[in-house]
């Protein structure tokens, strides 16, 4: 299995974990879909991300839900987990994490479709929970997206 990872250019699953200090997108590790001829859903949830406001400095906790149709390539767990860790000391806005995890996850795999949402919890008694999606230009997923965007907060 060790040879079929390094096969693949898998560096983070099974060697000792080394965390990053601040926003670290070239964590992210991909590895060949299987299944390529089906359509299906990929979820992640993330319930204790953590980042920074970029004016206090104080920390804002989220569950960060990333949910994906795959393409040729998915993104490698542990690698996400190290990816989304990596924010724990950036200053960054709710918005901003957000679009973030899912511009730099397009870019690493180019799925097919995207969507990225962040659970924050309240600070100063307000929650914020911003939502960001992605369907590829010119196919179906970019109808999806426009349809999902328009009905997101329904689920």
């Given at each position: 299995?060790?040879?079929q990872r390094e096969a693949e250019g898998l560096k983070a699953l099974g060697t000792t974990t080394a965390y990053r200090q601040d926003y670290a997108p070239e964590v992210l590790e991909t590895f060949?879909?299987?299944h390529q001829d089906n359509d299906y859903w990929v979820r992640f949830n993330c319930p204790e991300f953590t980042s920074l406001c970029p004016?206090?400095?104080q920390p804002d906790f989220a569950e960060i839900r990333i949910n994906y149709?795959?393409?040729v390539r998915m993104v490698e767990s542990k690698s996400l987990k190290l990816y989304l860790f990596s924010f724990r000391n950036h200053?960054?806005?709710h918005e901003d994490c957000v679009n973030t995890i899912m511009k730099d996850l397009i870019r690493l795999m180019d799925p097919k479709y995207i969507e990225v949402t962040g659970i924050f919890t309240p600070r100063g008694g307000i929650s914020i929970y911003p939502y960001a999606n992605y369907g590829r230009k010119g196919t179906k997923y970019e109808e999806m997206a426009a349809f999902r965007l328009l009905r997101h907060d329904m689920a």
């Open positions: 299995m060790n040879l060949e879909n299987k004016i206090t400095g149709i795959p393409d200053g960054d806005f």
